[in-house]
């Protein structure tokens, strides 16, 4: 199924191009590390943005949905670039009987990030399937 979308959403004509699907996979798969690793700092904004409001989950999520294994210390460093720039806002949780844990949300200026870089990425997009 991920590789008829794929093929959809780049115009290729599976049939035409004889596209096979172990090509789209690889190709899909680099893509996913390469976006996670590069775009590190907006993924996690963006995830946070969503409701992933801890590295825990943020690092679960990306191990679910992409396969890669992010180090804690890397989640971390990012958090801690977004929040001295300013991007989100974290505070510490305290439930008894657990650890303590940061909790973070967006701020006015992520959400502003978020869109601007959006846009910036749609229009990469699109200039692919062109």
Wanted: charged share 30%; hydrophobic share 35%; aromatic share 14%.
């Amino acid at each position: 199924m991920k590789y008829i979308k794929y093929c959809n959403i780049l115009n290729l004509d599976i049939y035409k191009n004889k596209v096979e699907k172990k090509d789209v996979d690889e190709i899909l798969d680099w893509t996913n590390e390469r976006f996670v690793k590069s775009f590190a700092k907006l993924y996690c904004l963006a995830l946070i943005a969503k409701g992933y409001t801890h590295g825990y989950d943020i690092m679960k999520y990306i191990n679910h949905q992409y396969g890669l294994k992010i180090s804690t210390g890397s989640i971390y460093k990012v958090l801690q670039w977004l929040e001295n720039k300013e991007y989100i806002k974290g505070s510490w949780e305290y439930k008894e009987g657990k650890p303590s844990r940061r909790s973070y949300i967006v701020t006015k200026k992520g959400v502003n990030a978020i869109k601007a870089a959006g846009e910036r990425l749609m229009i990469l997009v699109n200039g692919l399937s062109n």
